[in-house]
């Protein structure tokens, strides 16, 4: 199979314009509706929450560490210059993490191929920002997608698209985490937006004088807080001398505005479950996680976590950018490594044993480390001057 050879940039010149009348029907991004909040024609919105901010990282900041390589079978390829870089004008760990952030908060990471190398395989790609795509389909055919850049139709053909499951009602594009838990993000939001009023607008006293004084008039009872801040206003911490009876109560938030805490702590937990994470690394209470060692926390982040998502982007790019019977996978490898005194453990028992699991040089290569150790022989020439005349 071989496709077009020819460099193209992405610009207005390599789209086609769409028809003046289109059959096809707009199915994302959707406009707000009654009731419904900004974030849902607006999901980037979401990463203003820290939790939500926290949960997109620990993906898109784990996935971009992990070099893809080019197997056939279980055999590695040499890695071709696209896995290494897709976009040569981008680093590919920002690429990546671009598509990861896109594919959770929109649903939808999309790429166009922008040059094809002399096989007619994709040699270079540019990331095109989800929001800045509109996608069509014909009624009962969602697989014949059209896709729109400021009502310009772009080549489907060089349009490569991951989609987050799908919207059973439009099966053409994904369904984010934003849009799935919209209603307890929303809610997330306007605790954080009602702590924000109570800051802002609550007049809560520091503490309350309860004087033994019945009779305590406004202008003396002013007066009197007046003079206490004159007295003990700034850093320094001075005695008081009070009259007999009275009583200084310091006073915090209600009953009721510090039961916002406790919100928090169960919104942090809910937004976890919306990205499939244990509550452990978004600082839920939780204890499930907390006396492991970093191989089986990473491991049980990779296989619960992280491993469906790999998925989705190994089975999309595949197909776009290698011959069929090759496959971009992920160095797994690099996100499940353990600390180093667990890790010569391990590699000393496979070595080790009888028949050995595998060979030191394999072993080597496991930890970053070239095949075969090399020996550094430090040697001065030989002054000859110095030794003439010398009897042997």
């Known amino acids: 199979m071989t496709r077009r050879n020819r460099r193209v940039h992405l610009t207005a010149s390599t789209v086609r314009p769409g028809p003046t009348q289109p059959t096809t029907t707009v199915l994302w991004p ?3 509706g009654d009731g419904l909040p900004l974030m849902w024609s607006q999901p980037h919105m979401a990463l203003s929450i820290p939790s939500v901010a926290r949960a997109v990282s620990i993906y898109k900041g784990q996935i971009k560490q992990a070099p893809m390589d080019d197997y056939k079978g279980v055999i590695p390829q040499a890695r071709p210059r696209l896995l290494d870089q897709p976009d040569p004008n981008a680093p590919r760990g920002w690429f990546v993490e671009c598509q990861v952030e896109d594919y959770l908060c929109n649903g939808n990471a999309v790429h166009y191929i922008t040059a ?7 040699a270079a790609v ?3 920002p989800a929001a800045w795509v509109s996608i069509a389909c014909q009624p009962r055919d969602y697989s014949n997608r059209t896709y729109l ?3 310009v139709e772009l080549d489907a053909r060089r349009v490569v698209h991951v989609r987050r499951g799908a919207d059973r009602w439009c099966p053409a594009r994904g369904v984010s985490v934003i849009e799935q838990h919209l209603a307890t993000l929303d809610r997330v939001a306007m605790q954080e937006e009602y702590e924000r009023q109570n800051l802002r607008e609550g007049s ?4 309350a004088v309860i004087t033994p004084n019945a009779r305590l008039g406004e202008k003396e009872a002013d007066a009197a807080k007046v003079d206490w801040l004159e007295k003990f206003i700034g850093p320094g911490r001075r005695p008081a001398i009070l009259p007999a009876g009275t009583q200084v109560i310091p006073l915090g938030w209600s009953p009721a505005d510090s039961q916002m805490d406790e919100a928090r702590k169960m919104s942090l937990t809910d937004v976890a479950n919306a990205f499939n994470l244990d509550g452990y690394w978004l600082g839920a209470p939780t204890t499930s996680l907390t006396y492991r060692s970093p191989g089986p926390m990473y491991t049980h982040l990779l296989r619960l976590s992280l491993g469906p998502v790999l998925v989705d982007f190994e089975d999309v790019w595949s197909a776009a950018w290698l011959p069929r019977g090759r496959r971009v996978v992920f160095d797994r490898v690099t996100l499940q490594r353990d600390d180093l005194a667990s890790t010569v453990d391990t590699m000393t028992k496979a070595t080790g044993s009888n028949p050995p699991l595998m060979s030191v040089p394999e072993a080597r290569v496991y930890m970053n480390l070239p095949p075969t150790p090399t020996d550094l022989v430090t ?4 002054d000859t001057e110095s030794t003439e005349g010398i009897p042997a």
């Open 30 to 32: 959707r406009a707000p």
């Open 116 to 122: 094809y190398d002399v096989t007619g395989w994709p």
């Open 126 to 128: 540019a990331w095109i």
């Open 149 to 151: 850049v400021g009502g």
């Open 204 to 207: 809560v006293p520091s503490a």
């Open 379 to 382: 040697t001065s020439p030989v």
